[in-house]
């Protein structure tokens, strides 16, 4: 069965620290892997997506993801963590088009000064 | 290019009431889907649209709730006498064909008094 675990629910880190969340997958095809941000009361916004080639991706804000198939693990990091940061983390995978996304539970980011 | 427009942002019902969620796809996008996200939840996929075609409704709760995307106009999600559960943040998405990734709407936000 096609699953996403977040498996911290809240995480809390200082301003400037850095910052991993991690993602495990369960999926039986080729996974195409997203991470998604929100922030209270808004809508999801894509951080960065992972479809083939390079297990390192690049995203916007300054994230970055790596893609390990034998770990079945699409964690997101970020070596610097600013306050504008705090907000909920989600995690999705997908497969060919016009297949639903598998969402994550969320991570919960507080970033204190 | 406007994003996926969702209309109203914010909804207020009575229990047994009607509500009718709008979505409108971005430009030249012709699949729409339709996520709910309870409090402290992901997101769960609910059902999967293309112009005229219900492509899967597998997350669909059976009774009360339908889903339609008509040849002209915005996809519409309707619940049917609702209830306190029903009361949650309803997000569309839209994708072009052929594309994995699927972009989001503000969300609206149902509740139920």
């Known amino acids: 069965a096609q699953s996403v675990t977040q498996p911290d629910i809240h995480i809390t880190v200082s301003e400037g620290a850095s910052l991993e969340l991690r993602c495990n997958y369960s999926y039986g095809a080729t996974p195409y892997l997203f991470w998604y941000v929100q922030s209270p009361g808004q809508g999801l916004q894509l951080l960065l997506k992972?479809?083939?080639?390079?297990?390192l991706v690049q995203g916007i804000k300054g994230f970055e993801a790596e893609f390990k198939r034998s770990q079945s693990s699409f964690n997101l990091r970020k070596p610097s963590v600013h306050w504008s940061d705090a907000a909920e983390y989600f995690c999705?995978?997908?497969?060919?088009?016009?297949?639903?996304?598998?969402f994550g539970t969320g991570t919960s980011l507080t970033v204190i000064p | 290019n406007a994003g996926v427009m969702q209309n109203p942002r914010h909804l207020v019902r009575r229990r047994g009431q009607e509500a009718r969620l709008r979505c409108s796809p971005m430009?030249?996008?012709?699949?729409v889907y339709w996520y709910r996200q309870l409090p402290e939840e992901g997101l769960k996929f609910m059902v999967y649209l293309q112009k005229e075609n219900i492509i899967d409704e597998s997350g669909m709760p059976k009774e009360r709730f339908s889903a339609e995307f008509p040849k002209e106009g915005p996809s519409i999600l309707r619940i049917q006498q609702v209830v306190r559960g029903d009361s949650a943040a309803y997000f569309c998405?839209?994708?072009?064909?052929?594309?994995?990734?699927?972009?989001f709407g503000p969300g609206t936000r149902l509740t139920v008094t």
């Open positions: 430009k030249g996008h012709s699949h």
């Open positions: 992972y479809f083939s080639g390079d297990t």
């Open positions: 998405a839209s994708s072009p064909p052929e594309d994995y990734e699927q972009y």
């Open positions: 999705a995978v997908g497969a060919i088009a016009g297949n639903q996304f598998y």
